[in-house]
């Protein structure tokens, strides 16, 4: 039988910014680790690197991470992309998962057919939305940044420690530094 559900299409416009939203499996709160923040983190500058694109905006919740990314190259793979930040950061929570919380892995396992897997991120891409306007721009990293505060983990978008709206405020000590957005992008 085939499957009805539907798959977000991808489109890697040159020049056009991503907005970027992945979710934890179930909206298990994995990202309320430290730990798990870090290797999110590693994942997406290991990324930067190797497909050469610019994190311009931020915010890792407990159950899901926006991003908001440009990639520098004009021939580019979005997904491939999102594959290299998620997939490392799975591959290290579940070798985690194993060694130190065994008794979690059934709540990450999923049976298809003979195949079994364990997940840390839902299924699929994603979310992805391509942006090339700057007021859109600007509109995703306010929501971006404000993600915290309308959920009620933080007073103000600064005051949330994974998130880029600290070094917007020009505050130090913020773990993941964005790339600065050029300025045609902020008129």
């Keep these: 039988m ?14 056009h910014a991503h907005a970027l939203t992945f979710s934890c499996y179930h ?28 994190l311009w905006a931020y915010v890792f919740m407990p159950d899901h991470a926006h991003l908001l990314v440009f990639p520098s190259r004009e021939q580019h793979n979005i997904a491939a992309i999102r594959k290299a930040i998620k997939s490392p950061v799975a591959k290290r929570a579940v070798r985690f998962l194993e060694e130190h919380e065994p008794a979690w892995l059934p709540r990450i396992t999923r049976r298809r057919g003979q195949k079994v897997e364990h997940l840390f991120w839902q299924s699929g891409g994603g979310y992805d939305r391509n942006l090339d306007e700057p007021s859109t721009l ?12 309308r959920r009620g983990l933080a007073q103000t978008g ?3 420690k994974w998130s880029s709206a600290r070094c917007f405020a020009g505050r130090k000590g913020s773990p993941l530094l ?3 957005i050029p300025p045609d992008w902020l008129d």
Excluded at 2 to 15: A, C
Excluded at 33 to 52: F, M, P, Q, S, V
């Design 27 to 54: 909206s298990y709160h994995f990202l309320a680790a430290e730990r798990t923040c870090r290797w999110l983190a590693g994942a997406i500058d290991a990324a930067r690197k190797r497909y050469k694109f610019q």
């Design 158 to 160: 600064t005051d949330w």
């Design 138 to 149: 600007l509109a995703n990293i306010e929501y971006i940044h404000m993600n915290p505060v």
């Design 2 to 15: 085939r499957s009805t559900r539907r798959h977000r299409r991808t489109f890697n416009e040159p020049g």
């Design 178 to 180: 964005p790339d600065p």
